[in-house]
């Protein structure tokens, strides 16, 4: 379950009798679709040697990724890649 309120969510579900065995820390980047932008996204994270434990695709064009090492992800996707730099 993605939510903004962790707190809040395990209250609710926990008082509606669905335990909650564990919780993540993901990120969620809105992306185009279009052929090959989850390839990239993945090559680059790959290159940084960071392990990607979960991922999936959200509402409105958004891929959620659940990683060992979330804020790194983070860093590796706020920097420019090569590809972009030649597009533009």
């Not at 707190?7 to 919780?23: F, N, T, Y």
């Not at 680059?44 to 979330?70: H, P, S």
Request: glycine share 4%; net charge negative; proline share 3%.
């Amino acid at each position: 379950m993605l939510t903004a309120d962790a707190k809040a969510a395990r209250r609710v579900l926990e008082g509606a009798g669905c335990p909650v065995e564990s919780e993540q820390q993901v990120l969620v980047i809105d992306v185009e679709d279009r052929p090959r932008v989850a390839a990239g996204i993945f090559r680059r994270i790959a290159d940084r040697e960071v392990n990607v434990l979960f991922t999936y695709v959200a509402t409105n064009n958004r891929i959620v990724i659940g990683a060992d090492d979330v804020k790194r992800v983070a860093e590796v996707l706020s920097r420019p890649s090569a590809n972009q730099v030649e597009e533009d």
